[in-house]
């Protein structure tokens, strides 16, 4: 039975006492082999359609699990909704006006600065360091080597079967085999009769193996596919979300006051076979509505297939007996828009792309620590009738960004915490630009959460998004360096997202914030779903901060 959230608060705050005390002795000494193992798991284009983050329709029973010995972060925002930015981002510490990298063609070491990133601190720092899966994203943007050899100890592993990702790998009604968006598969039927994210969790479990008697702690990142398009998974997942049961998203039309700039107009779905078959009008629209539920409930079914994956993970890290002196941090790169706005991917800069889970279990922190022959994160069959709902271990409502990932792992594994980045910091190979959130774990460290005078500073979430023109055309969703022309910047605070869309210079790397194109503002209360854009109404200006108004 899972403990109740009075559990976790209470074990939280018997443990405080002696866990601050014994962080500040790690902190101290290089004790390296007393360290926190770190699991580090990064899942590919996953919203918070979750149940620990409410989600009442979504089956994702052993993330719940975790996230109830964890503490949550609620509002936890990308720098920028497409993968290999927003990696390259969050993996250094940088945003993506310092790492330069909007699109996918560059590498920041020899394009923007040799920047350090997380794994090759731990490295640095005495940890054996190891990438499964999608961690960096593959090409240019980590030099075709997941950034080996600096950021990981031994060659990072790809899944075999991960070439046939985007291959005709999915049976259509003809019996044909077909390159679809939609694609459950019968695994036995498939190239190799595995697919990547099950091989990922087979190579991790084997490599927690390996690790169990190490005399050095290990980071282990292990990056998951799903439910990254296309939606190849095992069939039955599909059992778990009757397509009668499926919901539209609640505001499926293209809002009217919305810029067009704002608008991506989703062209990587359209080139998928059974999507082409739609003859969708470019750039708007719409998708029939039986099709729009299909889309919905392949993405679902892939998000408790990786839910059953990490399931087998934790649960190994349990019999290994690691998960007393491991701790997990768990995220994803950034959202995908299931039809909101009447939009279908990432590419923009709504929270529903910037959006994402972010929860840390810290041993003994965020938990008591597991008692000998208790299992902290046995394996749950999402098909299994839901037994209780589980509440996560801890909340935090503040807005934090990934890029502040960097410090706040190097802070809960006890090491110096990279000093704040110079401006410009192109230089400086080890700095960071996100904040320490060790404060939300109750550390005494308050300096973080105020400005120069002491003042409590308004938290506020930046996210980015490149567009090559002030219209929706082919390559509004991933345009090249070279085409970008505008940026839109947005922030997001408690209460509202703001966002405006300036003129860009590719070559200077300049934002010209007096070339506005166009805005946004939604406040997050009346306008939870961004529809709404009143900007043009609230010209003044006079709730943004000062360094804000043009
Ligand atoms: C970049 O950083 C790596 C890792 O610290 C180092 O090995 C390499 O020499 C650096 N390259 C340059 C050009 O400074
Ligand atoms: C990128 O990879 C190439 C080919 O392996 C290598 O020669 C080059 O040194 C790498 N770049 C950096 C900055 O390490
Ligand atoms: C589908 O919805 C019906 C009616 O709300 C409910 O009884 C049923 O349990 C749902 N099925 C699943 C698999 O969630
Ligand atoms: C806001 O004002 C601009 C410039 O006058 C106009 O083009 C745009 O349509 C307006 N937007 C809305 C939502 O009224
Ligand atoms: C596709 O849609 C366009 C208009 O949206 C129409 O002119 C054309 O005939 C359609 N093609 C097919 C094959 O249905
Ligand atoms: C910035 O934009 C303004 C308004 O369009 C323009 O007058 C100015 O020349 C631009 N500045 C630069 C450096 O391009």
């Not at 705050?13 to 082999?33: D, H, I, K, P, R």
């Not at 100890?153 to 259509?172: L, M």
């Not at 036995?188 to 927690?208: N, R």
């Given at each position: ?318 019999s290994l007996q690691l998960a007393s002196r491991t701790m997990v941090a768990f995220t994803s790169d950034h959202g995908w828009s299931l039809g909101e706005h009447g939009e279908w991917a990432k590419y923009s800069n709504f929270d529903v792309t910037t959006r994402v889970p972010l929860m840390f279990y810290v041993p003994g922190r965020t938990a008591l620590l597991p008692q000998a022959g208790v299992k902290m994160f046995p394996y749950i069959d999402p098909f299994d ?166």
């Amino acid at each position: 039975m899972p403990p109740s959230p009075g559990w976790n608060l209470l074990g939280l705050s018997l443990v405080l006492a002696t866990f601050c005390g014994a962080l500040e002795t790690a902190a101290q000494g290089n004790a390296v082999t007393d360290a926190l193992n770190i699991l580090f798991i990064v899942v590919d284009d996953l919203r918070p359609t979750l149940g620990c983050y409410g989600d009442k329709l979504v089956r994702s029973p052993n993330i719940d699990q975790l996230a109830s010995h964890s503490l949550l972060f609620q509002n936890a925002f990308a720098q920028q909704a497409v993968c290999a930015p927003s990696r390259v981002s969050f993996l250094t510490g940088r945003r993506p006006d310092t790492t330069r990298l909007y699109d996918f063609n560059s590498y920041w070491r020899v394009h923007a600065g040799n920047f350090s990133t997380i794994p090759q601190f731990f490295k640095e720092n005495g940890y054996v360091t190891m990438s499964v899966g999608k961690v960096f994203h593959p090409g240019i943007s980590s030099n075709h080597s997941d950034d080996s050899p600096y950021s990981w100890s031994i060659p990072p592993y790809h899944p075999s079967s991960e070439k046939y990702e985007n291959a005709k790998t999915c049976r259509g009604k003809d019996g044909e085999l077909h390159a679809n968006l939609l694609c459950p598969v019968d695994v036995a039927d498939v190239p190799e009769g595995t697919l990547p994210d099950k091989q990922s969790t087979e190579q991790a479990i084997q490599l927690l193996e390996k690790m169990k008697t190490s005399a050095r702690p290990f980071f282990l990142a292990v990056g998951y596919h799903k439910p990254h398009i296309p939606f190849r998974y095992p069939k039955e997942f599909q059992k778990l979300y009757p397509l009668e049961n499926i919901s539209l998203a609640p505001d499926p039309q293209v809002p009217t006051g919305l810029p067009p700039v704002a608008y991506n107009p989703w062209m990587d779905i359209r080139q998928r076979e059974d999507v082409q078959a739609l003859n969708i009008s470019i750039p708007y629209g719409p998708i029939p509505v039986d099709f729009q539920r299909k889309i919905r409930q392949s993405y679902f079914a892939s998000v408790s297939y990786v839910d059953t994956q990490v399931g087998r993970l934790l649960s190994a890290l349990d019999s290994l007996q690691l998960a007393s002196r491991t701790m997990v941090a768990f995220t994803s790169d950034h959202g995908w828009s299931l039809g909101e706005h009447g939009e279908w991917a990432k590419y923009s800069n709504f929270d529903v792309t910037t959006r994402v889970p972010l929860m840390f279990y810290v041993p003994g922190r965020t938990a008591l620590l597991p008692q000998a022959g208790v299992k902290m994160f046995p394996y749950i069959d999402p098909f299994d009738s839901i037994s209780e709902l589980m509440e996560p271990g801890g909340q935090a409502e503040e807005l934090v960004e990934l890029v502040s990932l960097f410090p706040t792992l190097a802070g809960l594994a006890g090491l110096p915490v990279p000093p704040r980045c110079p401006i410009p910091s192109f230089h400086v190979e080890l700095c960071r630009e996100g904040q320490n959130l060790l404060k939300h774990f109750q550390f005494h460290d308050s300096k973080e959460n105020s400005d120069l005078h002491g003042n409590p500073r308004e938290s506020i979430a930046y996210s980015q998004y490149p567009r090559p023109a002030d219209s929706p055309q082919w390559d509004s969703d991933k345009p090249s360096l070279k085409d970008i022309k505008i940026m839109g910047y947005s922030i997001r605070t408690i209460d509202y997202r703001y966002t405006v869309w300036v003129g860009f210079n590719p070559e200077e790397f300049l934002a010209n914030f007096s070339d506005i194109h166009a805005g946004e503002l939604y406040f997050v209360d009346s306008d939870p779903l961004q529809d709404h854009n009143v900007y043009n109404d609230s010209q003044g200006g006079e709730f943004l901060p000062a360094w804000l108004l043009p």
